[in-house]
């Protein structure tokens, strides 16, 4: 059976990455990327940097530091975020305890509660998720076939073909026919070979396996982050609210994420101003810096899937339970609508067999802060 959407697909043989382990990693790094890993560098200015905000009638101060090549962003519920310069558009979420889930789940079935506190180490995390233009970088340094590529198909919202394709194409499942296979259809042809990315180059990349997403990060330098670690981030700061930014999904009329308005999947209305993907610096950040934590692509984890709260790796740097056969996605996809996809939630959880592509399927990398 063709790799496909959702856990009720079969999934299909791993495969062979470019660039794989640490060691091949550093190598790739080294022979293909541009990045300057500045790490080593003295401080471009020593000194300390001092500011007191006031929110309400609480008072929070910002500690000192002694700056290098790191801007501040701010302090937010005592989560200390800093922008890393040399470790170009990635923010740094010191180390603590946090609370993930929750114990109003919409989704009972998915796993999404009960509450847990958990601690986790320092980690970076891409302000964004990675570009059309950050994959082709990688693919044009290291000669990368995604998997899609490789399968020869993928998986596309049959509302974005045009009327040709999609009187044509087979159906993938009962359950959600409003997604069609299509031959060809890759993260540079993402409609299909007749599609291109040329206008679409700051949108985020999709049709890339769980498996692609890997050999990106390793590339860099880099990993996937962990359910745990990307909840923390989708959160920002924010104690058991629904969106990165609070419980309004769209506050003083502006929208702050890229979902589906109207009927699903017959109309979509583009209130939030896009029928497809957006760029992935549009919409605004959350309080640590991060961009489309919810919506736009669902993002790719580290972790195996389970509903199992008891059996995702404990509560000090949880990274899923051992063994698998669905990889854990987050934070639902320009698809999404509240009375389909309710899961553009930072709770809500899902999963997708390794190598399964698709048209709402993306990435961003994250690299432990203690290096
Ligand atoms: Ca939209
Ligand atoms: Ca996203």
Same mark, same amino acid.
């Given at each position: 059976?063709?790799?496909?959407?959702?856990?009720?697909?079969?999934?299909?043989?791993?495969?062979?990455?470019?660039?794989?382990?640490?060691?091949?990693?550093?190598?790739?790094?080294?022979?293909?990327?541009?990045?300057?890993?500045?790490?080593?560098?003295?401080?471009?200015?020593?000194?300390?940097?001092?500011?007191?905000?006031?929110?309400?009638?609480?008072?929070?101060?910002?500690?000192?530091?002694?700056?290098?090549?790191?801007?501040?962003?701010?302090?937010?519920?005592?989560?200390?975020?800093?922008?890393?310069?040399?470790? $170009?558009?990635?923010?740094?979420?010191?180390?603590?305890?946090?609370?993930?889930?929750?114990?109003?789940?919409?989704?009972?079935?998915?796993?999404?509660?009960? #509450?847990?506190?958990?601690?986790?180490?320092?980690?970076?995390?891409?302000?964004?998720?990675?570009?059309?233009?950050?994959?082709?970088?990688?693919?044009?340094?290291?000669?990368?076939?995604?998997?899609?590529?490789?399968?020869?198909?993928?998986?596309?919202?049959?509302?974005?073909?045009?009327?040709?394709?999609?009187?044509?194409?087979?159906?993938?499942?009962?359950?959600?026919?409003?997604?069609?296979?299509?031959?060809?259809?890759?993260?540079?042809?993402?409609?299909?070979?007749?599609?291109?990315?040329?206008?679409?180059?700051?949108?985020?990349?999709?049709?890339?396996?769980?498996?692609?997403?890997?050999?990106?990060?390793?590339?860099?330098?880099?990993?996937? &982050?962990?359910?745990?670690?990307?909840?923390?981030?989708?959160?920002?700061?924010?104690?058991?609210?629904?969106?990165? /930014?609070?419980?309004?999904?769209?506050?003083?009329?502006?929208?702050?994420?890229?979902?589906?308005?109207?009927?699903?999947?017959?109309?979509?209305?583009?209130?939030?101003?896009?029928?497809?993907?957006? &760029?992935?610096?549009?919409?605004?950040?959350?309080?640590?810096?991060?961009?489309?934590?919810?919506?736009?692509?669902?993002?790719?984890?580290?972790?195996? /899937?389970?509903?199992?709260?008891?059996?995702?790796?404990?509560?000090?740097? &949880?990274?899923?339970?051992?063994?698998?056969?669905?990889?854990? #996605? $987050?934070?639902?996809?320009?698809?999404?609508?509240?009375?389909?996809?309710?899961?553009?939630?930072?709770?809500?959880?899902?999963?997708?067999?390794?190598?399964?592509?698709?048209?709402?399927?993306?990435?961003?990398?994250?690299?432990?802060?203690?290096?």
């Amino acid at each position: 059976m063709k790799t496909s959407i959702g856990k009720i697909f079969e999934g299909k043989s791993t495969a062979l990455f470019v660039c794989a382990g640490i060691f091949l990693s550093v190598l790739c790094s080294v022979a293909g990327t541009s990045e300057t890993d500045n790490s080593n560098e003295k401080p471009a200015h020593c000194g300390f940097h001092r500011q007191t905000t006031t929110k309400g009638n609480r008072k929070r101060e910002i500690r000192d530091y002694c700056l290098t090549n790191d801007h501040i962003l701010g302090i937010y519920e005592n989560t200390v975020v800093t922008r890393i310069n040399h470790l $170009k558009n990635m923010v740094r979420i010191e180390s603590g305890k946090f609370v993930i889930g929750t114990n109003d789940p919409i989704f009972v079935a998915d796993g999404e509660g009960p #509450k847990q506190q958990i601690y986790l180490d320092s980690f970076y995390m891409d302000e964004t998720e990675v570009s059309n233009g950050d994959f082709a970088r990688f693919v044009d340094a290291t000669g990368y076939r995604t998997e899609a590529e490789k399968f020869g198909d993928s998986f596309v919202f049959e509302g974005l073909l045009g009327e040709n394709v999609a009187t044509d194409v087979p159906l993938v499942a009962a359950q959600a026919p409003w997604w069609v296979q299509i031959e060809n259809a890759s993260w540079h042809h993402p409609e299909g070979p007749d599609s291109d990315i040329e206008h679409r180059i700051d949108h985020p990349v999709v049709h890339v396996s769980w498996n692609d997403a890997v050999a990106y990060c390793e590339w860099l330098g880099k990993r996937l &982050p962990t359910e745990a670690e990307w909840e923390v981030a989708c959160r920002g700061g924010l104690s058991d609210r629904l969106y990165p /930014w609070g419980n309004k999904f769209v506050p003083n009329g502006r929208y702050r994420a890229n979902t589906w308005q109207g009927d699903f999947p017959t109309n979509n209305t583009k209130e939030d101003g896009y029928e497809s993907t957006s &760029p992935v610096t549009e919409f605004p950040r959350n309080k640590y810096g991060l961009r489309n934590m919810i919506g736009n692509v669902w993002e790719w984890t580290f972790d195996w /899937w389970t509903v199992d709260v008891g059996n995702r790796g404990g509560s000090t740097n &949880p990274a899923g339970p051992p063994h698998g056969t669905n990889k854990v #996605k $987050k934070g639902g996809s320009y698809l999404c609508h509240e009375s389909y996809c309710f899961r553009y939630r930072c709770a809500a959880r899902s999963q997708n067999t390794p190598d399964t592509t698709a048209g709402n399927l993306g990435f961003r990398c994250a690299l432990s802060g203690k290096r």
